[in-house]
C-alpha cells in the first residue's frame, strides 16, 4: 500500500481546518527529514503518528468543549502545533484534563487592527482575499470563526490552569499576545512556555542538535516529554497579574500599528515593510540553477521552498508567493505560465535594459 497516497486520500476527505493541521504536520516533518539528517528517527516517527491519527475514526472532528473533569487548557497559535500537541496529549492519557484551543491565524501578515470589530475583521479578509491564493480556496465565515474562538475562552473552567505556548515565531509571539487581550478578566493562572526553547534545552546534545522556528516542528514524542517537565514542575513560566496586563497590552499596541507583516527581533514585534524580503527573494532566486533547457526559468514553487528554508523568521510561504507576484507587476521578475498557483508559473530576473 502506498501510504503516502493514503495520508493524501484521507486529508482531502476532512474538513479545512483539520486539512490544514494535518497536511502543515506533515510537511514540518519532511522538512526535517531533509534539513536534519541526524534527527530522521525524529520526523518517521512524527508522520507515523500522523498516519495513525488520520487513520482515526475521530479524524476530522473540530468540535471542541471543555470536558468536566478539565484541569489545564493549552492555548496554541497554529494547527501544525494544535496537531503535534493533540496527539502529545492522547499519548500521555490527559486528554479528559487537558483540552486545547487554536489561535487560527497568521499573524505575522495582514492587517491586525480592529479584530475584535467586524470591521477589522472584516478589512483582514478583505485583504488576505485580495493577496494571498490560498484565501481564495477557503470559504471561512469569519464571524462564526471569530464567535466559537470567543465561545471556547468563554467555555474555560475557573479552576483549570490555563497555559499558553509561544515560541520565537512572530506568529505565536502574536497570538498569545491576543490569548491573553482574550482572558483578560478571567480568573485563572495563566502560564506563557516556550516549547521550542524546551525541546532544544532537553534534547539537543554537542554532536546533533536541532533549533526549531516554531512549534510546529516538535516531534509529538519529544513535546511529550516537555508537558511531562512543565507539569512536574509547578512555577514554570507563571504569569504576574501585571506582566499579563502588559502583554495584552502590546496586543493593542501591536494592531494599532497598521501595517501587514511582522517579524520577531531582539525579543519583540517589529512591524517591517510589505516588502521587507523582495530582497531576500531576488537573493534565493540567484542561488538556484534552473534547469537545463528552461530558459534561465525557475519554478515559483522552487524559489518559495528555498526562501522558506533558509529564513529564521516564522512568515507563511503564501507571503513569499505573494511578494514574488508583486515583483512580476513591478516589471523586477518576468513570468511564464499562468499564476494560478505558485505550482503552475515559473520565473526569472528581468534582463537590465
Not at 486539512?19 to 502543515?24: F, I, M, T, V, Y
Request: glycine share 10%; with cysteine.
Amino acid at each position: 500500500m502506498d501510504t503516502w497516497l493514503e495520508i493524501k486520500k484521507t486529508i482531502d476527505r476532512l474538513d479545512g481546518k483539520t486539512a490544514k493541521s494535518c497536511l502543515g504536520l506533515t510537511l514540518e516533518h519532511i522538512r526535517m527529514l531533509k534539513e536534519q539528517g541526524g534527527a530522521a528517527e525524529d520526523a518517521i516517527s512524527g508522520l507515523i503518528r500522523l498516519y495513525d491519527r488520520l487513520m482515526s475514526p475521530e479524524a476530522g472532528n473540530a468540535s471542541w468543549a471543555p470536558h468536566p473533569g478539565c484541569t489545564h487548557v493549552h492555548v496554541v497559535t497554529g494547527d501544525s502545533f494544535a496537531g503535534s500537541m493533540k496527539l502529545a496529549l492522547k499519548e500521555l492519557g490527559w486528554e479528559g484534563a487537558h483540552s486545547i484551543i487554536v489561535m487560527d491565524d497568521d499573524y505575522a501578515i495582514g492587517p491586525i487592527g480592529g479584530l475584535d470589530t467586524p470591521e477589522g475583521r472584516r478589512v483582514r479578509n478583505e485583504w488576505f482575499r485580495d493577496h494571498i491564493e490560498d484565501a481564495l480556496e477557503e470559504q471561512m465565515d469569519v464571524e462564526e470563526t471569530y464567535r466559537k474562538t470567543l465561545e471556547r475562552f468563554g467555555q474555560i473552567p475557573g479552576h483549570a490552569e490555563i497555559l499558553v505556548w509561544a515560541s520565537r515565531s512572530v506568529c505565536e509571539q502574536i497570538g498569545m499576545r491576543h490569548a491573553l487581550h482574550l482572558l483578560q478578566g478571567k480568573p485563572n493562572p495563566i502560564r506563557v512556555l516556550d516549547a521550542c526553547a524546551m525541546c532544544e534545552q532537553r534534547f539537543n546534545r554537542p554532536e546533533a542538535s536541532i533549533t526549531y522556528r516554531r512549534s510546529g516542528e516538535l516531534p509529538p514524542d519529544k513535546l511529550r516529554e516537555v508537558l511531562k517537565g512543565v507539569l512536574d514542575f509547578d512555577a514554570a513560566g507563571r504569569l504576574a497579574v501585571d506582566d499579563a496586563a502588559r502583554l495584552a497590552g502590546e496586543w493593542l499596541s501591536a494592531s494599532e500599528q497598521g501595517g501587514v507583516l511582522r517579524i520577531w527581533q531582539d525579543g519583540t514585534v517589529k512591524e517591517v515593510p510589505a516588502d521587507y524580503f523582495d530582497r531576500y527573494l531576488l537573493e534565493q532566486l540567484e542561488r538556484i540553477v534552473p534547469p537545463a533547457g528552461g530558459n534561465g526559468f525557475v519554478k515559483c514553487a522552487r524559489l518559495v521552498g528555498e526562501a522558506l528554508g533558509r529564513c529564521e523568521q516564522d512568515i507563511p510561504y503564501a507571503f513569499f508567493e505573494y511578494r514574488i507576484r508583486e515583483l512580476i507587476y513591478a516589471g523586477v521578475l518576468e513570468i511564464k505560465g499562468v499564476p494560478a498557483g505558485m505550482r503552475h508559473y515559473s520565473v526569472r530576473r528581468k534582463p537590465s535594459a
